[in-house]
T-cell receptor, first 113, second 114 residues
């Protein structure tokens, strides 16, 4: 079965620090990849997604992610975090043609002003 | 546009009681989903409906039933609640079941089963 691993459970950073959150998946076929974010008290919302083409994907609020097929990874990055980036971040993977979107366990990011 | 709405926001049940969680979307989406979110587990798919009139099991369907009432509404029913069903339940919808489509999520229902 597919699995999605987010090894960082809780990350604490100061404002202006750089961010990288890891995401690895187990499926070897063609996949579509997503990063969702859940701000405190809000809905899950899409940050960015990859389905084909350029493996470096840019999303909202200055986030980007790089799909490295050989490493089964889709790490999320931001060069300079802000206090407003405090949230929980979820990586999700779906096999092309399937219906089941598999989520990682999430990474809680706390940004200290 | 309200997006995806869910009722109720909170619910406490006793073991063995039944209840229905309601979900509606106003984006004219074809596909709808029910997930549960447990601490340390991420979100797991319970059931989905690829289009009006169809429903299919996801990763954790046991103890649940669903109804796709019409294109807008997709309900989740617990016939006999168990403490293991204590969780936060999210409904989501997407334009279609194509895998690159973004899913839009509702605010969640926090359910406690005593």
């Amino acid at each position: 079965a597919q699995s999605v691993s987010q090894h960082n459970h809780h990350v604490i950073l100061s404002e202006a620090a750089s961010l990288e959150l890891g995401c690895n998946y187990s499926y070897g076929g063609t996949v579509n990849l997503f990063w969702y974010v859940q701000y405190p008290g809000q809905h899950l919302q899409l940050l960015l997604k990859y389905f084909s083409g350029d493996p470096l994907v840019k999303g909202i609020k200055g986030f980007e992610a790089e799909f490295i097929k050989s490493k089964f990874s889709f790490n999320l990055r931001k060069p300079s975090v802000q206090w407003s980036d405090t949230a929980e971040y979820f990586c999700a993977v779906i096999q092309t043609g399937a219906n089941n979107l598999f989520f990682g366990t999430g990474t809680r990011l706390t940004v200290i002003p | 546009n309200a997006g995806v709405t869910q009722t109720p926001k909170f619910q406490v049940l006793k073991t063995g009681q039944s209840m229905t969680l309601q979900c509606a979307q106003d984006m004219n989406h074809n596909s709808m989903y029910w997930y549960r979110q447990d601490p340390g587990m991420g979100l797991r798919l319970i059931y989905y409906s690829a289009s009006e009139g169809t429903t299919d099991k996801g990763e954790v369907p046991n103890g649940y039933n669903v109804s796709r009432l019409n294109k807008r509404e997709f309900s989740l029913r617990l016939e006999s609640a168990a403490p293991s069903q204590t969780s936060v339940y999210f409904c989501a919808s997407s334009e279609s079941g194509l895998t690159y489509n973004e899913q839009f999520f509702g605010p969640g229902t926090r359910l406690t089963v005593l």
